[in-house]
């Protein structure tokens, strides 16, 4: 009985003492692995916490850095936005705002969730900010850039891609139309009229014979009632390097109704090898006075108005008859007129283009 106790204790005895051994050749070990696993999964938590403070943008850089060099060298100044299988690239609605430097799409069909397993990966040369959202009509993609682009879109392997160009680089013809005043700045006001109103009427009447002219890009600094801030108006036109900058607008006198009536046309002093205002001013004289039938009032110089001071491009503020002469109103707020308004631009646009502006 006493053999058998002796045995088990020593077998008990000789186990303990190879479990401390074990222990204390791996016990090491095993701290270490699970000191490094705890400060692994911490370090994943403060990562996932810091990708969830980042807005978009910053994941984006964030992702430009995690991808193969092959993917980057593959993306090129591409944006791969979204998985966009089942659908075609036409469904995508592109906006663009290029007096704010903004463009936004929106993907139909698809979501915000997709980005989780398929990030937004690639350039983000241009880029200030990005903002992703699903909206009713699908999923919203929104860029503020640091200069005007030219938003491309392309398709591969059921991908979606996103290419910014700069204007010059897409566009051999660029012109900028400027409907003077806008929002809570009205121009002159006689009678009623509202200067801002007809300049938005002429320079939409002007937009349908541009749309149909494929040789010409046309950007235009509103077509609504907003307000524009004159910096942002020639800025627009700098950027894009605009062949021509035109300014719509109508004269008016001090006095309620006046007999004053005709059309002038501002250009730019400046003195800059390529800077041909004045020439520019003077077909469009030619061609308003022409198609409008009114008085030529000859041609002004224009320094003191910001845009054209700031203008690094052939510009011209078109001043289209008088808003206070009561013939000439009546006249001006006629669709029917502004339609021969817009034909006389349209031409000075063409004359100008084909003299080399
Ligand atoms: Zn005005």
């Known amino acids: 009985m006493e053999e058998k106790v002796i045995k088990k204790f020593t077998i008990l005895m000789v186990s303990a003492c190879l479990v401390i051994c074990i222990s204390l050749v791996y016990l090491p070990k095993v701290t270490m692995r699970a000191g490094a696993l705890v400060a692994k999964y911490m370090a994943a938590r403060e990562e996932a916490r810091m990708r969830e403070e980042m807005n978009a943008l910053e994941l984006m850089r964030l992702h430009e850095q995690e991808i193969s060099a092959k993917l980057r060298k593959k993306l090129g100044y591409s944006i791969r936005l979204t998985k966009f299988e089942g659908h075609a690239l036409s469904e995508v609605t592109i906006k663009e705002n290029p007096v704010r430097r903004k463009v936004e799409l929106v993907f139909p069909g698809a979501k915000e969730a997709g980005l989780n397993r398929y990030p937004i990966i690639g350039s983000t040369r241009y880029l200030t900010d990005m903002k992703v959202s699903d909206t009713k009509a699908g999923l919203k993609i929104s860029f503020e850039t640091d200069r005007v682009v030219v938003p491309a879109l392309s398709k591969e392997k059921g991908f979606c891609y996103l290419t910014l160009k700069k204007p010059r680089e897409v566009y051999d013809r660029i ?59 020639v800025r627009l036109a700098n950027e894009v390097r605009a062949n021509l900058f035109i300014s719509i607008h109508q004269n008016a006198m001090g006095s309620y109704y006046s007999s004053v009536e005709g059309t002038q046309v501002l250009y730019s002093e400046t003195k800059k090898g390529s800077h041909k205002s004045k020439e520019l001013a003077s077909i469009l004289l030619k061609e308003t006075t022409k198609a409008f039938r009114s008085k030529d009032k000859g041609l002004v110089p224009g320094n003191r108005i910001f845009i054209i001071r700031n203008a690094k491009v052939p510009v011209s503020l078109v001043e289209v008859g008088f808003v206070s002469s009561k013939a000439e109103q009546k006249r001006l707020t006629n669709p029917v007129e502004q339609k021969k308004i817009a034909k006389g631009l349209y031409d000075g646009i063409q004359k100008a283009l084909e003299k080399g502006f």
């Not at 012109?175 to 006689?190: Q, R």
């Not at 002007?206 to 004159?230: G, Q």
């Open 175 to 233: 012109v900028v139309i400027d409907a003077g005043h806008g929002g809570k700045m009205p121009g002159a006001v006689v009678g009623g009229v509202k200067e801002k109103t007809v300049n938005l009427q002429i320079v939409k009447a002007l937009k349908k014979y541009l749309d149909k002219d494929s040789s010409i890009k046309a950007y235009y600094t509103r077509l609504d009632d907003a307000h524009v801030e004159l910096y942002e108006r």
